[in-house]
């Protein structure tokens, strides 16, 4: 009988074994000769066999996304260690891939498959001090959505995925907003890996030019401090060396649209709506690839696939100064008495570019008889071009010692708690003095904009005043991990902030008004005894004549002077405490 149980065991053992064995590792990138890239089925299978043949890979769903199906974390690991917790004990940097957040631009998704078998299959070195995690594919409900005509101005593959996601989201908007289930997943994966560096691979759209990479690295001056001159002076330029000696060109992300480059261009702004921009809140150096669209898409997922390779070596080499820069980052940012929400461009400092082009010229249109642009890929040039890559803050804050919330607004909450804001609820009621801000001013896009009319040019009036808050209100410290995101979601004048995204527009609408004959008497009444009103609106109607032309607007903005205005019309409902 022994005999017999030991012969089962043995024919299953060799069974399995011969299974893992007989594991097909090849791509379908691979199989159809760079033309292809693999769906959604196939990227997660291709992962999970990886996983059951090598103990160094890790693959799990987090969480989920709009189309139903998970969101999943791929884990390479040496140690074979995927407790995220125990990894950061371990000293070792973490480098995280995002794959997939515009499906149709899939040159990330077969390079990073490609990348994690080499690796473990010894045909690359392994990276000893550097764990790597990939989103296989972010936006599934894209991917899923496959076609081979919205591309328009790409250059393969055969089929891929849409732009929008299963409700038709650009993910590539929403990392603030959080509108979609995705962007909360990736929020949880992002703060389980805490990654050093990532890495956003996509397909440009713009210019035509020699380059099949570029790169577009957080602007480094919003990053701000020792981190940001790092990756400015260090980390892309020793990025460009490697790509270099491998003979991979590259140049920065090309930002013009219908225009030739060598009229020079500016650095991308990457503000918190987007991947990079986002990641930079926690201090993380962060980069896009962007293969260019007119490449074979052979060439274009070979190019992302060195250029990966390349800041695996980088943060390898340098991964001691990068673990101790954000960590000095952390600590100095937190004493900053001063914060910028919003950049422009500095114009007398930049950088020329060796840029390799082709001649363009302006022709006549043989569809619109307008002008067109025209390359032409006959005349290659190198060319001294003007980027303008240093931007100067133009919008500064005093930075608050702490933001007190009120528990009704769990929309917020909820995004702060998500993203592992500290905060503490007051256990009873509390009467404290703080600084308040009504909007005082604030323009919205005329056009819809990733499902919001979204508000820009946000002007606030701060006051002092004395506001009862009630147990169960939060109080948030600034002075924690989170200060980056705090002051850019909650203050409201930020580009990406929670009010500027409609989070608040309840407070726009006035909920209560008057009829115009029971105030006409009201108001004379309250005129007779306030002389100081009086005097203010006399003089009003004596320097702007619409208003003295309009009977309403005066009765309306003497409404407004008046104790029967509401408070909450354009209060802001967070309230910030100075140090």
């Known amino acids: 009988m022994k005999k017999i149980l030991f012969l089962v065991v043995l024919t299953v053992g060799c069974n399995a074994s011969t299974e893992i064995k007989n594991f097909d590792f090849e791509t379908q990138f691979e199989k159809s000769e760079g033309l292809e890239t693999a769906t959604y089925e196939e990227t997660i299978q291709y992962y999970t066999n990886l996983s059951e043949a090598y103990k160094e890979i890790s693959i799990d769903s987090i969480g989920e996304t709009d189309s139903g199906k998970p969101l999943h974390l791929v884990t390479l690991n040496l140690d074979k260690l995927f407790d995220f917790s125990e990894i950061h004990k371990t000293g070792k940097r973490i480098l995280l891939i995002n794959n997939g957040i515009h499906p149709g631009e899939s040159d990330g998704i077969d390079a990073t498959m490609m990348l994690f078998r080499d690796i473990v299959q010894g045909k690359i070195e392994a990276p000893k001090n550097t764990v790597l995690a990939t989103i296989p594919i972010y936006n599934v409900g894209g991917s899923l959505n496959r076609n081979s005509k919205t591309r328009t101005n790409q250059n393969g593959p055969l089929e891929y995925g849409f732009r929008g996601n299963a409700r038709n989201y650009d993910l590539n908007r929403d990392f603030i ?16 890996v805490k990654p050093d560096v990532f890495i956003d691979n996509h397909v440009s759209n713009g210019a035509d030019y020699q380059y099949t990479l570029t790169h577009l690295f957080t602007q480094h001056n919003k990053l701000g401090g020792n981190l940001g001159q790092f ?4 980390m892309m330029p020793k990025l460009e060396q490697k790509l270099a000696e491998k003979e991979w060109d590259i140049t920065p992300y090309v930002n013009v649209f219908n225009s030739v480059p060598e009229k020079g261009f500016s650095q991308f702004m990457d503000h918190p709506r987007y991947s990079t921009g986002y990641t930079t809140l926690f201090n993380t150096l962060g980069m896009m690839v962007e293969t260019h669209m007119l490449k074979p898409y052979k060439q274009r997922v070979e190019g992302t696939y060195e250029l990966m390779k390349s800041m695996i070596e980088i943060t390898e080499e340098q991964g001691n100064q990068i673990s101790e820069l954000r960590k000095d980052a952390l600590s100095d940012i937190k004493k900053q008495k001063t914060y910028t929400l919003d950049w422009e461009i500095d114009t007398t400092k930049t950088t020329t570019l060796n840029f390799k082009g082709f001649e363009g010229e302006i022709i006549k249109s043989a569809v619109t008889g307008f002008d067109r642009l025209k390359y032409d890929k006959t005349k290659p040039f190198i060319k001294k071009v003007v980027y303008e890559n240093y931007f100067k803050p133009n919008s500064i804050i005093d930075v608050p010692k702490a933001y007190v919330i009120p528990k009704g607004l769990h929309h917020v909450i909820d995004l702060l708690k998500l993203n592992q804001v500290k905060m503490t609820a007051f256990e009873n009621d509390t009467t404290i003095n703080v600084e308040s801000y009504k909007i005082s ?46 002051i850019e979601t909650l203050e409201p004048q930020a580009p990406d902030s929670f009010f500027n995204w409609n989070f608040f527009d309840t407070i726009l609408q006035q909920k209560e008004g008057f009829s115009p004959y029971v105030w006409e008497d009201k108001i004379l009444e309250i005129l007779n005894q306030n002389l100081e009103l009086k005097i203010k609106f006399d003089s009003k109607k004596s320097i702007d004549n619409d208003f003295a032309n309009n009977w309403y607007a005066q009765l309306d903005w003497l409404h407004k002077q008046s104790k029967n205005y509401e408070k909450a019309h354009m209060q802001f409902p967070i309230y910030r405490i100075s140090y």
């Open 177 to 192: 907003k959080s509108d979609t289930k995705n962007a909360k997943t990736f929020a949880k994966i992002f703060h389980l």
């Open 231 to 234: 990756l400015h002076t260090e």
């Open 441 to 486: 001013d604030y323009k919205t896009r005329q056009s819809p904009y990733e499902g919001h009319y979204q508000h820009y040019k946000t002007e606030i009036n701060k006051t002092e005043k004395t506001i009862h808050f009630f147990k169960g209100d939060f109080m948030i410290y600034t002075n924690q991990a989170a200060f980056r995101y705090l």
